[in-house]
């Protein structure tokens, strides 16, 4: 049995985050990961910026950040994998969005299968649909489409 927790800093809790829980489960079910504990955190630009200037010198806002821990641990007899933590800017998210004129559903279910396929180990050199890694995370989304985080009527925020 997986486990997600969300969480936030400096942005309220969205009302859809019980959505994002079912949603991770459904991604790491496809991926075929058991045991995992993995965690989501939301945030504004400022906190992923100082994140981001601190791990990746790179002194920017930025729409997802995945911090690897990769520990096993025993809990109640059972092991656990702890594959570390994905950040989401969601001022970031929205951004993107509107430029690649998708849905704030859509980015964020692409930016959560992009956080968790680096905390499984892949990584990509580019942003180009050549890359391994993008070329996973498109089918994961493509094979989760009928799956809704943010409803109409709960709205972005």
Known sequence: MNRVEVHVEDVPLPPWTAAVERFMLRVLKELKRNHWDLSVL??????IRSLNARFRHKDEATDVLSFTLGETIEEGGERRYVPGDIIISLETLGENARYFQVSEDEELRR???HGTLHLD???HGTNGADEPMLQ???RLLTALAGERIILPEEGFS
């Open 136 to 138: 996973v995370q498109e």
């Open 42 to 47: 939301f945030c504004g630009d400022a906190y």
């Open 111 to 113: 930016l959560l299968i």
């Open 121 to 123: 180990g892949w990584d």
